[in-house]
Nanobody, 123 residues
Framework: VQLQASGGGLVQPGGSLRLSCAGS????????IGWFRQAPGKEREGVSC????????YYADSVKGRFTFSRDNAKNTAYLQMNSLKPEDTAVYYC?????????????????WGQGTQVTVSS
């Protein structure tokens, strides 16, 4: 299983970024796909996850209404559209996969994750 995240960068507060996650060695038809983030000195935070069964999407309260998570099963790729970014969104964002989204709900560790991509929100 491999996950390749991309799309991070430096953006001003209120700006937008779109992260991509390309997966291989597994299928989004059967596995959940999600994101977590890690900021210096802070606990890991689950950001979003899409269930493989019905496509239902979980969002952390801190990003609801600002982030939109989608997937393209044909490309085995997922996208995290991040709007109205705030300085507190600054972190390394990691793409992860697991048979379900339970890891994000119960704050556990997903089965697989890839190298992260840095998102910095600063003026």
């Amino acid at each position: 299983v491999q996950l390749q995240a991309s799309g991070g960068g430096l953006v001003q507060p209120g700006g937008s970024l779109r992260l991509s996650c390309a997966g291989s060695g597994f299928s989004l038809d059967y596995y959940a796909i999600g994101w977590f983030r890690q900021a210096p000195g802070k606990e890991r935070e689950g950001v979003s996850c899409i269930s493989p069964t019905d496509g239902s999407t979980y969002y952390a309260d801190s990003v609801k209404g600002r982030f939109t998570f989608s997937r393209d099963n044909a490309k085995n790729t997922a996208y995290l559209q991040m709007n109205s970014l705030k300085p507190e969104d600054t972190a390394v964002y990691y793409c992860a996969t697991d048979p379900s989204c339970s890891w994000i709900v119960i704050h556990s560790t997903p089965d697989y994750w890839g190298q992260g991509t840095q998102v910095t929100v600063s003026s």
